[in-house]
């Protein structure tokens, strides 16, 4: 038996590949597939079947790709609906994999198709469980998502799940491996640990979810309670998921599109194509092409690309080194963002050659900025851009909050002629958010470079610290 966690930080998502007497199964495949073949192929094994354990919100599977790919079918738990070909699974039906045996377990919740997978060894003796969302390392799958499709509230998807939970999954022996779709960083969860594989038995002690004297009154309440609203995006992700999307080859074919700089600035002008810049936050400071957005590869990628530019269908022209576009355009296809229409040749310095209009943002050091605070007649406001959380529990003595996700509902809070600085929590995100406040007009701004951490490091006055925990 081999079972291997792929991991993808950028999602904070884990599919999986386990492999026995040379049959494979993939659970929750990415949307580039090749590797899974790859993996297979290197070991003399073939991919039997592709289990999804629930029609992914915050990324596009791979399943269609792949199973065009090897023959392998997908297989999804009871009610489930696709268009196209799939194994619609009854609850308790079992897939021979090798010498191992799949186990589906319908666990209605998160969404109402689905399911957990449970792997048992040689012997019949349970091994480990695959719990996509359903049950996550100190978390469960928030119940808000599938609301409008399934026709139900999120507390009643939450009073169900409760349900999936204790008689399906509690159940089972403490020695089980736990294998979940995502860790910390996903937003289909509030509290993930950062650990990606646990025991169940560790999780029912120490996950508030699985606590035994709690009832499903207290449990609604707990897993309802500071949900944020999902990413516009999520809808559509699902929809791909459901329906089915182009191939990746594609994608990557129609974005791998060099433009000079005065095509890529026609291709802007004639199609509304968003400029994704995804260098650095510090070159992007320095100088970037006017009405152009900073998502940086190097942070939280896909998931802001989703949350910010929201529609998956708008054209996207990127600017980045030429060695990441490909990167880059399969890091937005994850999300469902299929339509790069090409990228600026010789990246930002071919735009500067070119003797084009560009942009720049004041960015300071934290310790400058302390500088400002000391100064008696300088009272220039402060915006921090983190979430709600992270604002509650610690922030700079009379800071505005404003969360990136919520920037644009909220551009009148900002001044119009007085200087104001931003700031996130390492500097990324008020780059962002600077990025964004510029294409809207509102030019009056100073960054500080390495956000909260640089400003407790440089001493300035915050609040006292407050553990997130106890903010509810």
Not at 390 to 418: G, K, M, R
Request: hydrophobic share 35%.
């Amino acid at each position: 038996m081999k079972i291997e966690q792929i991991y993808t930080g950028c999602l904070a998502q884990g599919s999986y590949y386990i492999e026995s007497n040379g049959e494979v199964a993939i659970i929750d495949p990415l949307r580039e597939v090749q590797p899974y073949i790859d993996k297979a192929v290197a070991a003399g094994a073939k991919i039997k079947y592709i289990f999804e354990t629930h029609f992914h919100a915050d990324f596009v599977s791979g399943h269609v790709t792949l199973s065009e790919k090897t023959g392998a079918p997908i297989v999804y738990g009871p009610e489930a609906t696709t268009t196209f070909e799939s194994i619609i699974a009854k609850d308790e039906q079992e897939f021979k994999l090798g010498e191992l045996t799949f186990v589906v377990l319908h666990t209605p919740g998160h969404t109402m198709e689905s399911t957990t997978y449970l792997l048992r060894d040689k012997n019949g003796k349970d091994h480990a469980l695959f719990t996509g969302d359903t049950l996550f390392l100190g978390d469960v799958g928030r119940p808000d998502l599938a609301q409008k499709a399934a026709t139900m509230t999120q507390e009643e998807l939450a009073g169900t799940l409760y349900d999936s939970l204790r008689n399906k999954i509690i159940p089972l022996a403490d020695d089980i491996t736990v294998y979940p779709a995502h860790g910390a960083g996903s937003a289909c969860g509030k509290n993930m640990m950062k650990e990606t594989v646990d025991t169940l038995g560790n999780q029912k002690e120490m996950n508030y979810a699985l606590r035994p004297d709690m009832t499903k009154e207290e449990f609604i309440k707990e897993v309802t309670d500071g949900l944020l609203p999902p990413p516009a995006y999520f809808p559509l992700n699902v929809k791909m998921n459901k329906e089915g999307y182009k191939n990746i080859e594609e994608v990557i074919a129609q974005g791998e599109n060099a433009l000079s700089p005065n095509a890529f600035e026609a291709a802007a002008n004639e199609t509304g194509a968003v400029m994704l810049d995804v260098r650095h936050q510090s070159d992007f400071a320095k100088g970037h092409i006017p009405g152009s957005i900073f998502i940086g590869i190097d942070g939280s990628f896909a998931p802001w690309v989703g949350d910010l530019i929201k529609d998956v269908q708008q054209p996207i022209l990127l600017i980045a080194d030429k060695d990441r576009i490909e990167e880059t355009i399969t890091r937005l296809s994850r999300v469902g963002f299929d339509n790069t229409i090409g990228y600026l040749d010789g990246g930002f310095e071919a735009w500067k050659k070119a003797s084009k209009e560009y942009d720049m943002i004041t960015s300071i050091p934290a310790t400058e900025f302390k500088q400002v605070t000391n100064d008696s007649e300088n009272e220039a406001p402060v915006f921090d851009v983190r979430k709600p959380g992270e604002f509650q529990s610690e922030h700079v003595v009379n800071a505005h909050h404003t969360s990136l996700s919520e920037l644009n509902e909220h551009l009148a809070e900002f001044p119009d002629n007085e200087t104001f600085y931003v700031h996130c929590a390492g500097g990324y995100r008020s780059m962002i958010a600077a990025s964004i406040l510029k294409i809207r007009g509102i030019h009056n701004l100073i960054d500080i470079q390495g956000g909260f951490k640089a400003i407790k490091e440089a001493g300035i006055e915050t609040t006292d610290y407050a553990c997130p925990s106890i903010l509810k």
